[in-house]
Nanobody
């Protein structure tokens, strides 16, 4: 069974940085596109960034230039480097793994809180 475990969240001041990690286990990491989503209270979950098995990336316009997603295939881990954080980045951040070989197969992490104070 695939598991995704997020770490690295916490409380940071506006303008600060955090690096989230998503540790993948229980499956073939190379088959999975990994994404970071976030959900603020009262809002819908939104896609923040995605990285393909070949390390192609895409980020949401709201975080472009501030957030960077990357993957280390040797460690089966995906990172989200978040710089110049703003209060509006406050949310629970979720890691998602989607199997590109099996339609509809995806897994979610438990989520991790990121809070940015002004």
């Amino acid at each position: 069974q695939v598991q995704l475990v997020e770490s690295g969240g916490g409380l940071v001041r506006s303008g600060g940085s955090l690096r989230l990690s998503c540790a993948f286990s229980g499956g073939a990491f190379a088959q999975y596109a990994i994404s970071w989503y976030r959900q603020a209270p009262g809002d819908q979950r939104e896609l923040v960034a995605i990285v393909s098995p070949g390390s192609s990336t895409n980020t949401a316009d709201s975080v472009k230039g501030r957030f960077t997603i990357s993957r280390d295939n040797s460690k089966s881990t995906v990172y989200l480097q978040m710089n110049n954080l703003k209060p509006e980045d406050t949310a629970v951040y979720y890691c998602n793994g989607r199997d590109l070989w099996t339609k509809g197969l995806e897994y979610w992490g438990q989520g991790i809180q990121v809070t940015v104070s002004s």
